[in-house]
């Protein structure tokens, strides 16, 4: 599994907002949507990059050093063999800091 790090890209003369996450396997990047804060915004571009790869699960959130943009590390445990996403213990981390992320249906 690897770590997924996104970075907020500011608009040019060409494109709006956006958002990018990065992985060593590749990237996504996702327009900034103005309707979700911050946090929500960089969740949305890690769940676009999750997707993309097959790796659903639980995700936890970091914040970067630089402030411009956060790290996303995956939980133990991941999707139990019944395909049913595990959630972390309450107690573990704080349950504003991470996301979910399931395949489409």
């Given at each position: 599994?690897?770590?997924i790090e996104t970075k907020y890209l ?35 571009a890690c769940k676009a990059l999750v ?46 800091d991470y996301i979910i992320v399931r395949?489409?249906?």
């Amino acid at each position: 599994m690897q770590a997924i790090e996104t970075k907020y890209l500011g608009p040019t003369n060409f494109r709006g907002a956006r958002i990018k996450a990065s992985a060593e396997a590749g990237s996504v990047t996702v327009p900034y949507d103005h309707a979700l804060n911050v946090d929500e915004n960089h969740d949305a571009a890690c769940k676009a990059l999750v997707r993309k790869w097959g790796w659903f699960g639980s995700w936890i959130r970091g914040a970067l050093p630089s402030s411009r943009g956060k790290v996303y590390v995956a939980l133990n445990g991941y999707v139990s063999t019944d395909g049913h996403v595990k959630t972390p213990h309450p107690q573990a981390v704080n349950p504003c800091d991470y996301i979910i992320v399931r395949p489409e249906v």
